[in-house]
T-cell receptor, first 114, second 112 residues
Framework: DAKTTQPPSMDCAEGRAANLPCNHS???????VYWYRQIHSQGPQYIIH???NNETNEMASLIITEDRKSSTLILPHATLRDTAVYYC???????????????FGTGTRLQVTL | DSGVTQTPKHLITATGQRVTLRCSPR?????VYWYQQSLDQGLQFLIQ???????AKGNILERFSAQQFPDLHSELNLSSLELGDSALYFC???????????FGPGTRLTVT
């Protein structure tokens, strides 16, 4: 599986955009980038995923660079409830036997402050 | 609320014992996954079942086993428990083999 690198921690002021970077320089052409978050020992929560194009949903936006070697998760207006560990995961191609498992790294601990 | 339920929420047991953790997937989801989260190992994939059949295996110990029943709920059995098995155990479900996974609230296992 492609390895991901994330900063261990970040701070963000409430109401501001939180931009969480992720490097995945060994990603292959048909691997997806997934983002999950975990709020204080709760079950991880799916946020968004993408392959090549930028994606947006009600929770966040995902910007993937043209060479796909890095991506940024954007929470447009962070709130205190967004304080969590954010995991960037590169997922094997969905038609392979290893696509099922999610390989979680250490993630980025985002602290949203007043 | 993800729609995935897990019981019990907390479990305290002694070394050498056997426990069963239960998971009910979201309505309509056929795939169930088990993950273990410990302080030193992080979140690790254990095993996946799809419509009653084992489909993928991760770092699951031989002392651990799982199954998925016809009603699609799943159980994770942990036997000959050791102190190092103390962890959070999460179940996740997805509608297909490779769909987005939705996680339950977890079972916190403490082995004393």
């Amino acid at each position: 599986d492609a390895k991901t690198t994330q900063p261990p921690s970040m701070d963000c002021a409430e109401g501001r955009a939180a931009n969480l970077p992720c490097n995945h320089s060994t990603i292959s052409g048909n691997e997806y980038v997934y983002w999950y978050r975990q709020i204080h020992s709760q079950g991880p929560q799916y946020i968004i995923h993408g392959l090549k194009n930028n994606e947006t949903n009600e929770m966040a936006s995902l910007i993937i660079t043209e060479d796909r070697k890095s991506s940024t998760l954007i929470l447009p207006h962070a709130t205190l409830r967004d304080t969590a560990v954010y995991y960037c995961i590169v997922r094997p191609p969905l038609n392979t036997g290893t696509a099922s498992k999610l390989t979680f790294g250490t993630g980025t601990r985002l602290q949203v402050t007043l | 609320d993800s729609g995935v339920t897990q019981t019990p929420k907390h479990l305290i047991t002694a070394t050498g014992q056997r426990v069963t953790l239960r998971c009910s997937p979201r309505s309509g989801d056929l795939s169930v996954y088990w993950y273990q989260q410990s302080l030193d190992q992080g979140l690790q994939f254990l095993i996946q079942y799809y419509n009653g059949e084992e489909r993928a295996k991760g770092n699951i110990l031989e002392r651990f086993s799982a199954q998925q029943f016809p009603d699609l709920h799943s159980e994770l059995n942990l036997s000959s428990l050791e102190l190092g098995d103390s962890a959070l155990y999460f179940c996740a479900s997805s509608v297909s083999l490779t769909g987005e996974q939705y996680f339950g609230p977890g079972t916190r296992l403490t082995v004393t």
